[in-house]
């Protein structure tokens, strides 16, 4: 199960942060820090997607400037975290018509309802492109 | 008041920290303001709320907002609904109380006509539903997970996953609902769904029952992801929904697990998954891994097991690190349950070793040492030490370990494991601990034919380099102890080059070590110890003479440890009788379980908690342990350079004459035997280190082969001038009853075999009765009791019991007894332990 989603740009300014487990403020910000120390600093053609953090995992990907990182439990399947995040920046690139960073920062607020239709309670929800976007188009226009 | 737009970007184009604080700052400040003062504009609060909500994402604090959303949430306008979810969703959490407010609201909500609306609802409550929440609304959601809406159904199933996951009590009464989920066509709800039976299952087994009959459909539905073409709704990369699958494959490893009937059901249909799907890409490899795990957990047959090891294997030679990663991670993990499917794949292993990624080597090294075994350890051991070579520092002091334990566990003969220590040693002196020399120094004076071949390779070694620590500290132990052999052989070949040995070559390794920028304090110490035991085995005055200006030089020493020594050392010489004596070789050490090299990280390799004190031991300690003593003795014996000299002795009784803070040490020698011999002898025996001392002293005083020279029980060279076999020895002696021991082997006997005939006497004035007597061994060895001839002693009678104690060749008998008897009226329960006999009597 996913403990929390985050994404970081490289230094480490975070762009969405979702929690499925109850973490107090001062952990957040100790957690983001943290995140972004393990994973900024790796290599991204020598070294795996996949850190170990405290009992868990990070399952982490980079697309331009940004890190992708998604907390999961340390039995959970990283290979297919991996392809979730992808998923993820998949449907994130078609909504938005290639996404870039700014999209995420002026529109935080619609990934996260992305994010929403994607996963809930910490598990994958959807993975079907099709009925997440026609869905989101929807409810836009029920804006 | 700026719109959520300017707010962005005044904050991304402040200069500075210091001008975004203040953005910040300011804009917060307004936002609580306007809380307080506008009670009614909507879209006012929207904003607000939105702007929070970018607050809430760069990590400043917003709980003054809390309230705020749950009032927007409250409102019937749709817009406003979602934001206040949303803003709900990531500003509150489970632990919040304010969360109780929301409850009536979401219960509204979750019976709204409008879908989007019971969407929002169900979301947040999978999202954050706290406990309470979760009682107060389940009867919600169990409607809506049978509802004929397909996205509120999917969402439902998380929602009800998560209110089981808060209230367990009520997963009863989703069993039935979940069940009707698994006949689902529509991927998303399918998905859910499986979620939550795996979840159910997971954490109630007892509900597996139920679930089994749902085998064939999903083995069904697997089958059809497989083979169907291309799907364009849920394709990734060309495979049929990956994540269904992956689902799938996990439910099935729940539902099968100690069940060879489903196991066998869902075979054909793994095995055509392991060997069908492309892995390529890392959609086919995501399948794949959790395709092996389902077959290696559940009742499997063998064949679909190797299958499953050798998709692993192909995983480590794939390009992407992310693959291998897993599979070293997975094979490491199955390694205990298919040793020889992992051992085929070795060869990549070896490979990973060498791989660009350092978690890859961290595992696969880990891997490495436990593939180890008694058929390739000579080919492993070999790869690993040319990978400690260049290893990172960081894997240096664990490689030390690991493979010093390998190669005892495993060592195909003496020579090899001394070879492989000394290889570590010289690649890697640096980062080996003292537990790994003070085990190898045992391992040295045990096999007396390897002696001087150690001493020739290690002399070898020194000649070409000093600067690693645990050979110079090795190298001055063995060289010190056994030099009069490698004096006595002379020049000797190897690799054939001759080299040539003399007593001034030998000296003069010493002294460059010692003034070495390499030498540390232990390090002086021991070329110290080793330069005078030296002085006894090199026959040349001049050498002897260096020696002893060598040690002088050092009575000035800053280190109050190598001051004492050196003076006390320099005394020695005035007593030439004495100093022969004193530094005689030592006993074999003893090679104590307890004392085995342990790796703390694996809590079943490590015993008590002799590991951590061990790091922490001190020169004296290690000195001591090779005499057989205990870690707990050190404090008693004053942990000091004359506790050194003691054992040094061989625990002989000498006192020095020195300022030693052991007081017993200022006892004139020859009055010094009995008292202070006692002393250290009763420490350095103390080998079960519960002995009360009173116990232990009859014992040493008692000692048959007490010699004034020699009041050391342990030390060999006294026993074995004693005969092993016709010997008896003294027990205990107490309460009236003296119990003595009969050593007996003869040609028949097989190794490592002794039978110990127990004699009891009653020397006291009373009829001893129901006599109990028990005898325990260290945990490797073995013993046999017979029964007692009579349980009853008359005055002046007595009784007999045989023992048989199996232990390894050449290990040292050691007998804790407990008995108990009447006496008269009084009931006697002691203990006694015993150690006396010779070290050679299992040889």
Same mark, same amino acid.
């Given at each position: 199960?996913?403990?929390?989603?985050?994404?970081?740009?490289?230094?480490?300014?975070?762009?969405?942060?979702?929690?499925?487990?109850?973490?107090?403020?001062?952990?957040?910000?100790?957690?983001?820090?943290?995140?972004?120390?393990?994973?900024?600093?790796?290599?991204?053609?020598?070294?795996?997607?996949?850190?170990?953090?405290?009992?868990?995992?990070?399952?982490?990907?980079?697309?331009?400037?940004?890190?992708?990182?998604?907390?999961?439990?340390?039995?959970?399947?990283?290979?297919?975290?991996?392809?979730?995040?992808?998923?993820?920046?998949?449907?994130?690139?078609?909504?938005?018509?290639?996404?870039?960073?700014?999209?995420?920062?002026?529109?935080?607020?619609?990934?996260?309802?992305?994010?929403?239709?994607?996963?809930?309670?910490?598990?994958?929800?959807?993975?079907?492109?099709?009925?997440?976007?026609?869905?989101?188009?929807?409810?836009?226009?029920?804006? | 008041?700026?719109?959520?737009?300017?707010?962005?970007?005044?904050?991304?184009?402040?200069?500075?920290?210091?001008?975004?604080?203040?953005?910040?700052?300011?804009?917060?400040?307004?936002?609580?303001?306007?809380?307080?003062?506008?009670?009614?504009?909507?879209?006012?609060?929207?904003?607000?709320?939105? /702007?929070?909500?970018?607050?809430?994402?760069?990590?400043?604090?917003?709980?003054?907002?809390?309230?705020? =959303?749950?009032?927007?949430?409250?409102?019937?306008?749709?817009?406003?609904?979602?934001?206040?979810?949303?803003?709900?969703?990531?500003?509150?959490?489970?632990?919040?109380?304010?969360?109780?407010?929301?409850?009536?609201?979401?219960?509204?909500?979750?019976?709204?006509?409008?879908?989007?609306?019971?969407?929002?609802?169900?979301?947040?409550?999978?999202?954050?539903?706290?406990?309470?929440?979760?009682?107060?609304?389940?009867?919600?959601?169990? /409607?809506?997970?049978?509802?004929?809406?397909?996205?509120?159904?999917?969402?439902?199933?998380? =929602?009800?996953?998560?209110?089981?996951?808060?209230?367990?009590?009520?997963?009863?009464?989703?069993?039935?609902?979940?069940?009707?989920?698994?006949?689902?066509?529509?991927?998303?709800?399918?998905?859910?769904?499986?979620?939550?039976?795996?979840?159910?299952?997971?954490?109630?087994?007892?509900?597996?029952?139920?679930?089994?009959?749902?085998?064939?459909?999903?083995?069904?539905?697997?089958?059809?992801?497989?083979?169907?073409?291309?799907?364009?709704?849920?394709?990734?990369?060309?495979?049929?929904?990956?994540?269904?699958?992956? /689902?799938?494959?996990?439910?099935?490893?729940?539902?099968?697990?100690?069940?060879?009937?489903?196991?066998?059901?869902?075979?054909?249909?793994?095995?055509?998954?392991?060997?069908?799907?492309?892995?390529?890409?890392?959609?086919?490899?995501?399948?794949?891994?959790?395709?092996?795990?389902?077959?290696?957990?559940?009742?499997?047959?063998?064949?679909?097991?190797?299958?499953?090891?050798?998709?692993?294997?192909?995983?480590?030679?794939?390009?992407?690190?992310?693959?291998?990663?897993?599979?070293?991670?997975?094979?490491?993990?199955?390694?205990?349950?298919?040793?020889?499917?992992?051992?085929?794949?070795?060869?990549?292993?070896?490979?990973?070793?060498?791989?660009?990624?350092?978690?890859?080597?961290?595992?696969?090294?880990?891997?490495?040492?436990?593939?180890?075994?008694?058929?390739?350890?000579?080919?492993?051991?070999?790869?690993?030490?040319?990978?400690?070579?260049?290893?990172?520092?960081?894997?240096?002091?664990?490689?030390?370990?690991?493979?010093?334990?390998?190669?005892?566990?495993?060592?195909?003969?003496?020579?090899?494991?001394?070879?492989?220590?000394?290889?570590?040693?010289?690649?890697?002196?640096?980062?080996?601990?003292?537990?790994?020399?003070?085990?190898?120094?045992?391992?040295?004076?045990?096999?007396?034919?390897?002696?001087?071949?150690?001493?020739?390779?290690?002399?070898?070694?020194?000649?070409?380099?000093?600067?690693?620590?645990?050979?110079?500290?090795?190298?001055?132990?063995?060289?010190?102890?056994?030099?009069?052999?490698?004096?006595?052989?002379?020049?000797?070949?190897?690799?054939?080059?001759?080299?040539?040995?003399?007593?001034?070559?030998?000296?003069?390794?010493?002294?460059?070590?010692?003034?070495?920028?390499?030498?540390?304090?232990?390090?002086?110490?021991?070329?110290?110890?080793?330069?005078?035991?030296?002085?006894?085995?090199?026959?040349?005055?001049?050498?002897?003479?260096?020696?002893?200006?060598?040690?002088?030089?050092?009575?000035?020493?800053?280190?109050?440890?190598?001051?004492?020594?050196?003076?006390?050392?320099?005394?020695?010489?005035?007593?030439?009788?004495?100093?022969?004596?004193?530094?005689?070789?030592? *006993?074999?050490?003893?090679?104590?379980?307890?004392?085995?090299?342990?790796?703390?990280?694996?809590?079943?390799?490590?015993?008590?908690?002799? *590991?951590?004190?061990?790091?922490?031991?001190?020169?004296?300690?290690?000195?001591?342990?090779?005499?057989?003593?205990?870690?707990?003795?050190?404090?008693?014996?004053?942990?000091?350079?004359?506790?050194?000299?003691?054992?040094?002795?061989?625990?002989?009784?000498?006192?020095?004459?020195?300022?030693?803070?052991?007081?017993?040490?200022?006892?004139?020698?020859?009055?010094?035997? *009995?008292?202070?011999?006692?002393?250290?002898?009763?420490?350095?025996?103390?080998?079960?280190?519960?002995?009360?001392?009173?116990?232990?002293?009859?014992?040493?005083?008692?000692? *048959?082969?007490?010699?004034?020279?020699?009041?050391?029980?342990?030390?060999?060279?006294?026993?074995?001038?004693?005969?092993?076999?016709?010997?008896?020895?003294?027990?205990?002696?107490?309460?009236?009853?003296?119990?003595?021991?009969?050593?007996?082997?003869?040609?028949?006997?097989?190794?490592?075999?002794?039978?110990?005939?127990?004699?009891?006497?009653?020397?006291?004035?009373?009829?001893?009765?129901?006599?109990?007597?028990?005898?325990?061994?260290?945990?490797?060895?073995?013993?046999?009791?017979?029964?007692?001839?009579?349980?009853?002693?008359?005055?002046?009678?007595?009784?007999?019991?045989?023992?048989?104690?199996?232990?390894?060749?050449?290990?040292?008998?050691?007998?804790?007894?407990?008995?108990?008897?009447?006496?008269?009226?009084?009931?006697?329960?002691?203990?006694?332990?015993?150690?006396?006999?010779?070290?050679?009597?299992?040889?």
């Amino acid at each position: 199960m996913l403990q929390f989603i985050l994404v970081q740009n490289r230094q480490g300014k975070t762009r969405l942060a979702k929690y499925y487990a109850p973490y107090n403020d001062d952990e957040k910000v100790r957690l983001k820090g943290e995140v972004h120390r393990l994973v900024a600093p790796r290599d991204q053609k020598y070294q795996s997607n996949f850190v170990e953090f405290r009992n868990l995992k990070i399952v982490y990907r980079r697309y331009a400037g940004l890190f992708f990182c998604a907390c999961v439990d340390a039995d959970d399947n990283e290979l297919a975290y991996l392809e979730a995040i992808h998923f993820f920046v998949e449907v994130l690139d078609t909504f938005f018509g290639n996404v870039c960073e700014l999209d995420l920062v002026f529109n935080f607020y619609k990934v996260y309802a992305i994010l929403d239709e994607v996963f809930l309670a910490g598990e994958i929800e959807e993975t079907s492109k099709p009925i997440i976007l026609h869905r989101l188009e929807y409810l836009d226009r029920l804006e | 008041m700026s719109s959520l737009k300017s707010f962005i970007k005044a904050v991304r184009a402040a200069k500075t920290m210091a001008d975004e604080r203040a953005v910040i700052q300011k804009e917060s400040a307004a936002i609580r303001t306007s809380f307080r003062e506008d009670f009614t504009d909507s879209t006012l609060r929207r904003q607000n709320i939105a /702007k929070l909500l970018y607050l809430f994402t760069l990590g400043e604090r917003t709980h003054f907002g809390q309230i705020e =959303c749950l009032k927007l949430l409250a409102t019937s306008k749709f817009s406003d609904k979602r934001l206040g979810y949303l803003g709900t969703m990531l500003l509150l959490d489970e632990n919040q109380e304010v969360l109780t407010l929301v409850t009536n609201s979401l219960k509204n909500d979750l019976n709204h006509p409008n879908q989007y609306v019971v969407a929002l609802a169900l979301c947040t409550l999978g999202n954050i539903a706290s406990q309470e929440m979760a009682r107060d609304l389940f009867a919600d959601v169990e /409607k809506l997970v049978v509802t004929q809406n397909q996205y509120l159904r999917k969402k439902a199933a998380l =929602c009800a996953m998560r209110i089981i996951r808060k209230v367990p009590e009520l997963r009863e009464r989703f069993v039935d609902k979940a069940k009707s989920l698994l006949g689902e066509h529509h991927h998303g709800v399918l998905i859910c769904g499986m979620t939550l039976v795996y979840d159910m299952c997971a954490e109630d087994p007892s509900l597996i029952e139920q679930f089994r009959q749902y085998i064939p459909s999903l083995v069904r539905q697997l089958k059809t992801l497989t083979t169907s073409g291309y799907t364009p709704e849920h394709d990734v990369a060309g495979l049929s929904d990956p994540f269904l699958q992956v /689902k799938i494959l996990k439910l099935l490893r729940v539902l099968a697990k100690d069940d060879p009937s489903s196991a066998e059901q869902m075979s054909d249909i793994l095995a055509q998954v392991v060997t069908n799907t492309d892995s390529s890409k890392n959609v086919g490899n995501s399948i794949l891994y959790e395709a092996v795990l389902t077959i290696l957990e559940i009742d499997a047959d063998s064949g679909l097991r190797v299958l499953g090891i050798s998709v692993l294997g192909r995983f480590l030679g794939n390009k992407d690190n992310n693959v291998k990663y897993v599979g070293l991670n997975t094979l490491s993990k199955v390694i205990e349950l298919e040793p020889n499917a992992v051992q085929r794949h070795r060869t990549t292993i070896l490979d990973c070793l060498h791989d660009a990624d350092i978690s890859i080597r961290r595992r696969a090294l880990d891997l490495s040492f436990d593939l180890i075994d008694e058929h390739n350890v000579r080919v492993l051991i070999r790869e690993l030490l040319i990978f400690l070579e260049t290893a990172d520092s960081e894997f240096k002091s664990i490689m030390t370990i690991q493979t010093c334990i390998a190669a005892e566990k495993f060592a195909p003969n003496k020579r090899w494991h001394i070879d492989t220590v000394l290889r570590v040693f010289k690649l890697a002196g640096n980062f080996a601990s003292e537990q790994i020399i003070s085990q190898f120094i045992a391992l040295v004076s045990n096999t007396e034919n390897m002696h001087l071949y150690t001493v020739q390779k290690i002399y070898l070694l020194l000649r070409s380099d000093i600067t690693q620590e645990a050979l110079t500290l090795a190298g001055s132990w063995v060289i010190g102890e056994y030099g009069d052999e490698l004096l006595k052989a002379g020049t000797f070949e190897e690799d054939e080059v001759k080299h040539e040995v003399n007593e001034s070559a030998v000296i003069q390794i010493f002294e460059s070590i010692m003034y070495s920028t390499y030498a540390t304090q232990t390090v002086q110490e021991y070329v110290l110890d080793a330069l005078v035991k030296l002085s006894t085995r090199i026959s040349d005055p001049a050498q002897i003479e260096r020696v002893r200006r060598l040690i002088e030089s050092q009575t000035t020493a800053l280190d109050v440890e190598i001051q004492q020594r050196a003076v006390e050392y320099s005394a020695l010489f005035g007593h030439d009788e004495i100093r022969r004596g004193v530094l005689e070789k030592m *006993p074999a050490a003893e090679i104590r379980e307890d004392k085995k090299l342990t790796v703390e990280k694996k809590s079943t390799k490590s015993t008590a908690s002799a *590991p951590v004190v061990a790091k922490a031991k001190t020169e004296t300690d290690i000195l001591l342990d090779l005499m057989g003593g205990d870690d707990d003795v050190a404090p008693s014996t004053a942990v000091a350079g004359n506790g050194d000299l003691l054992s040094l002795a061989g625990a002989s009784g000498f006192a020095l004459p020195t300022n030693g803070k052991n007081g017993s040490t200022d006892v004139p020698v020859s009055s010094a035997a *009995p008292h202070s011999g006692n002393n250290s002898i009763n420490d350095i025996l103390d080998l079960f280190n519960t002995t009360p001392q009173a116990a232990a002293a009859p014992i040493s005083s008692q000692a *048959p082969v007490v010699s004034p020279m020699t009041p050391s029980i342990t030390s060999p060279v006294a026993s074995q001038a004693a005969p092993t076999t016709a010997t008896i020895y003294t027990a205990y002696n107490n309460n009236g009853l003296q119990i003595t021991l009969q050593p007996h082997r003869d040609a028949n006997t097989p190794d490592g075999v002794v039978t110990i005939l127990v004699v009891f006497t009653n020397t006291g004035s009373e009829l001893l009765s129901n006599m109990n007597f028990q005898v325990a061994v260290p945990k490797r060895q073995h013993v046999e009791l017979r029964p007692i001839s009579s349980p009853e002693i008359p005055v002046g009678g007595n009784a007999s019991q045989a023992l048989r104690v199996t232990a390894a060749k050449g290990a040292s008998v050691r007998l804790r007894l407990r008995i108990s008897f009447t006496k008269g009226a009084q009931d006697i329960v002691d203990q006694a332990d015993f150690s006396q006999f010779p070290e050679t009597l299992l040889a």
